[in-house]
């Protein structure tokens, strides 16, 4: 008889490992540290770094609220980056992915239900948002100089840990069966925390905000100059520093994709950060941005990012197949409109 050593798979619930509370405090005190309040008649506008990005809240309330409602915002955006960003080693995604190939990971509530929003989310995109797709991000790294173009093996080999449907979850845990699969919330992060920011202000009783962060937003009811509706403009990629169109919302997201601005170009090839999941390399079509408007940020980015990869034609089929949604998508030559994007357009 030859005895084989159990796959991690068949573990039992009292074989799993459970996640340690990541450094909130360290998180914190930088972002603090970074924010700065402007406050005129009524009008908050809050700046700060986190999450990598630029991030910005305008909003209406008097006093003591607008204060609320800045710690809140500031701490809530804090435990989110430590534990869902995998820059950081000891966020809740570095520990689930440090266990790939070895144990089930007990996760916490929120935990399991972002993994449900990406179960979701890749259902949605038919696997084009795939946030098992860490192991391309890094193959592809667009930061290299000189610039590495990996070879077809090694593309390969990459490929082999990617895939959503590989990963096994149970209620309250979660397995990568392989070592070297590792999850990356980086292609819905952003845009849930917006979400959350908004829903945050609204729990407190803020009656007008605008979240921005890294260039996805979101709004809900108007904002504290008197106007009726927010204005934002849309950056043009044939043009960066300026912006192509303006639009106006009262409630609602605008998410954009893009690989002009991450890339480097070898050949007169362009290669962005935006992988393709199918093919193992970087989208190479004609599209260079993609703007999307949706009720929610993380349908918004959802979109901008799948419409992205898939091109003009089924970019824009996606698009109009989710009724609330409207989009653009700007290539070298031309920008294509969906069916209902120019109700937002002010300008």
């Known amino acids: 008889m030859v005895l084989t050593a159990p796959s991690p798979a068949a573990s039992t619930a009292a074989d799993a490992v459970n996640l340690h509370p990541p450094d909130v405090r360290t998180v914190h005190q930088r972002i603090v ?5 402007d406050v005129r008649a009524g009008g908050h506008r809050l700046t700060f770094q986190a999450m990598g990005t630029h991030c910005r809240a305008s909003y209406s309330a008097p006093g003591d609220l607008g204060r609320q409602y800045r710690d809140a915002l500031l701490l809530w955006v804090a435990t989110f980056e430590a534990r869902y960003s995998r820059f950081r080693e000891d966020s809740f995604i570095s520990q689930i992915n440090r266990e790939a190939g070895k144990r089930w990971v007990n996760l916490d509530t929120e935990t399991e239900r ?7 989310l890749v259902f949605l995109t038919q696997g084009i948002l795939d946030p098992t797709s860490l192991p391309l991000i890094a193959l592809w790294n667009w ?4 610039a590495n173009i990996p070879t077809p093996d090694r593309i390969a080999a990459a490929r ?5 449907r590989k990963l096994q979850r149970r ?8 070592a070297g699969m590792s999850l990356d919330l980086g292609g819905m992060g952003k845009e849930y925390a917006v979400d959350q920011a908004v829903m945050l202000a609204k729990s407190l009783g803020v009656t007008g905000v605008l979240v921005d962060f890294g260039a996805d937003v979101r709004v809900s009811g108007p904002p504290p100059d008197g106007r009726a509706s927010w204005y934002i403009g849309l950056e043009d990629p044939r043009k960066p520093g300026s912006t192509w169109k303006g639009l106006a919302l009262r409630d609602g997201a605008v998410a954009s994709s893009g690989d002009y601005f991450r890339k480097f170009e070898v050949n007169g090839r362009r290669y962005g950060h935006i992988i393709d999941p199918r093919t193992g390399e970087p989208v190479h079509n004609t599209c260079l941005a993609v703007n999307i408007v949706a009720p929610t940020c993380t349908q918004a980015g959802m979109l901008s990012t799948a419409a992205f990869v898939l091109g003009v034609d089924a970019g824009l089929k996606l698009i109009e197949a989710q009724p609330a949604a409207a989009g653009a998508i700007v290539t070298d030559s031309a920008i294509h409109l969906s069916r209902r994007f120019h109700e937002y357009v002010i300008s």
């Open 143 to 146: 930061k290299d100089r000189p």
């Open 114 to 120: 972002l993994l449900a929003l990406c179960h979701e």
């Open 160 to 164: 082999g840990l990617v895939g959503w």
């Open 171 to 178: 209620p309250g845990a979660i397995l990568l069966p392989h």
């Open 33 to 37: 540290a970074s924010a700065q309040n």
